[in-house]
């Protein structure tokens, strides 16, 4: 298959790399101030990949073809976008002009359902997913990722559908060992993952850093009680979080939900996957906060446990901006 990836991050990098090495010619799509370097040098990346159940640790430098604009008459199978959705805009753009033979396929947060996407392609056009297999981050130019033994490719069509070019794309991500799955709920079951993404950014941002946060019980109670409150604005959408996996873990009861969290995290290459995820997208993660909050509040959400995280995610943005609150 011919397949163009857009992005060049922790998600782009490792889904390019897995589908090349399973013999799909690779085009990734670059910002223009990478392309020199990117070409001549390639993508280093650090990989800790626990799928088979052992801890396998390489190191590589990942080489494609790259551009910076979609090449003319250039039909592709699949192209699959792994940028953050808060650069949703200009990428559609791109996308709305691109010829495809096979989908375009969304591996990001989506808290808008079909709504942005569908202002630039009709659905016949696109999927849905997350690549909860993946987690990482850049760091000083090297792509750093773990592929976790739990997680999955999520995908599905944005009716719900179950077609045949769902179960042709499943089959190239199983091939590639990218452990893909399929709902037949990808715009609720995208809802909460988004959730369950923009939850912890208050809480880390309070106690500087994720680890501080996943390894104290009392703080991991806090984090339940966020991700359940962000979980009530899902529901007020119409979507059922109780009923969906692997979110529905969140209702277990505390004694038991907060010893199993403590075991996960007790793993040092889980906290790394997670102090990357939210040292190179926090920007997306504080968007997240805002924009659920905001609507928990437009929806009449009683959502105090986020109001009370509200300043330290404004103190951050703020800091960043080189302001002081």
């Known amino acids: 298959m011919k397949i163009l990836v857009i992005g060049a991050g922790a998600i782009g990098t490792t889904y390019a790399k897995e589908l090349a090495a399973a013999d799909h010619e690779i085009t990734m799509f670059v910002r223009r101030h990478s392309l020199a370097a990117l070409t001549a040098q390639g ?3 650090r990989c800790v990949d626990h799928r ?3 801890r396998v640790v390489t190191e590589s430098v990942f080489h494609a073809e790259f551009v910076d604009t979609i090449p003319e008459k250039r039909v592709f199978d699949l192209i699959i976008v792994a940028t953050p959705r808060t650069e949703n805009a200009g990428v559609l753009s791109i996308l709305a002009s691109c010829p495809s033979a096979g989908p375009v396929l969304f591996l990001q947060n989506n808290w808008a359902g079909i709504a942005e996407i569908g202002r630039y392609l009709p659905a016949a056009r696109y999927l849905l997913g997350f690549p909860s297999v993946v987690g990482g981050g850049r ?19 944005p009716d719900g559908a179950s077609t045949e070019r769902l179960k042709r794309y499943r ?12 709902t037949n709920r990808i715009i609720p079951w995208l809802m909460t993952q988004y959730v369950q993404n923009a939850s912890g950014i208050g809480l880390f941002l ?5 680890r501080e946060v996943v390894r104290d019980a009392e703080r991991l109670d806090e984090l339940i009680s966020l991700t359940r409150e962000g979980l009530k604005v899902c529901a007020a959408r119409g979507a059922h979080p109780v009923t969906m996996s ?11 939900l907060i010893p199993r969290l403590k075991r996960i995290y ?19 993660l504080i968007a997240g906060y805002r924009e659920i909050l905001s609507e928990g509040e437009r929806l009449g959400v009683s959502m105090p446990e986020w109001s009370a995280r509200t300043e330290f995610v404004d103190r951050a943005v703020s800091e960043a901006a080189g302001l002081t609150l």
């Open 43 to 45: 993508i280093p990346v």
């Open 52 to 54: 088979s159940g052992e």
């Open 139 to 157: 760091r000083e130019g090297v792509v750093d990722v773990v592929l976790s033994p739990r997680g999955t490719t999520m995908i599905g069509e």
């Open 171 to 182: 089959e190239v991500f199983r091939a590639a060992g990218l452990r893909p799955a399929t």
């Open 206 to 210: 309070k106690y500087g850093s994720p």
């Open 246 to 256: 692997p979110i529905n873990r969140i209702y277990l009861p505390r004694i038991a």
């Open 266 to 284: 007790s793993n040092d290459d889980e906290i790394a996957m997670l102090e990357l995820h939210v040292e190179s997208g926090r920007d997306e």
